[in-house]
C-alpha cells in the first residue's frame, strides 16, 4: 500500500436564505416581508438631544456671531486698534494696503455678514 495522503475536497456550505421578516397585511411595511433585512435598532429608541439644550446651542452660536460681526464691522474704523497695531508696525508693507479705505471696507463687509448669518440662523430656527 502506498503512503500517499487522503484527497478530501470541501464542499461549500449551502446558502443560508435570506432572513425574513414576519408577513404583516400593511401594503406600507411589504418591504420587511419582500426580504430586506430588518433595522437591528429597530425596537431601541433613539436618543434625542433635549429642546433646551438644542436652544441653549443656538443661543450661543448666534450670540458669539453677533459678538464676532460687531467686533470685525468696527475694527477697521478705530484708529487705536488699526493704525496703531504692532502687526502693522511690524510689517510696514502690510499697513500700507490696511490703510486703503477699499480694504477697511472689505473687512467691515465681513463683519457684517457674520451678522447676518446670525440673525438668519435665528430666524430660521425659529420659523422653523
Same mark, same amino acid.
Given at each position: 500500500?502506498?503512503?500517499?495522503?487522503?484527497?478530501?475536497?470541501?464542499?461549500?456550505?449551502?446558502?443560508?436564505?435570506?432572513? /425574513?421578516?414576519?408577513? #404583516? =397585511?400593511?401594503?406600507?411595511?411589504?418591504?420587511?416581508?419582500?426580504?430586506?433585512?430588518? !433595522? &437591528?435598532?429597530?425596537?431601541?429608541?433613539?436618543?434625542?438631544?433635549?429642546?433646551?439644550?438644542?436652544?441653549?446651542?443656538?443661543?450661543?452660536?448666534?450670540?458669539?456671531? /453677533?459678538?464676532?460681526? #460687531? =467686533?470685525?464691522?468696527?475694527?477697521?474704523?478705530?484708529?487705536?486698534?488699526?493704525?496703531? !497695531? &504692532?502687526?502693522?508696525?511690524?510689517?510696514?508693507?502690510?499697513?500700507?494696503?490696511?490703510?486703503?479705505?477699499?480694504?477697511?471696507?472689505?473687512?467691515?463687509?465681513?463683519?457684517?455678514?457674520?451678522?447676518?448669518?446670525?440673525?438668519?440662523?435665528?430666524?430660521?430656527?425659529?420659523?422653523?
Amino acid at each position: 500500500m502506498s503512503q500517499q495522503p487522503e484527497v478530501t475536497t470541501i464542499s461549500p456550505e449551502p446558502m443560508a436564505p435570506p432572513i /425574513m421578516g414576519p408577513i #404583516v =397585511a400593511d401594503p406600507a411595511r411589504q418591504k420587511v416581508a419582500a426580504g430586506t433585512p430588518q !433595522n &437591528p435598532n429597530q425596537g431601541h429608541d433613539q436618543q434625542r438631544i433635549p429642546r433646551w439644550l438644542e436652544r441653549a446651542e443656538l443661543f450661543l452660536r448666534v450670540l458669539l456671531r /453677533m459678538y464676532i460681526g #460687531v =467686533a470685525v464691522a468696527f475694527a477697521p474704523w478705530l484708529p487705536l486698534f488699526w493704525d496703531h !497695531n &504692532p502687526l502693522f508696525a511690524q510689517f510696514p508693507t502690510l499697513s500700507v494696503y490696511a490703510a486703503h479705505g477699499a480694504v477697511r471696507g472689505l473687512i467691515s463687509g465681513l463683519g457684517l455678514l457674520n451678522l447676518w448669518i446670525a440673525f438668519r440662523d435665528a430666524i430660521r430656527h425659529r420659523d422653523g
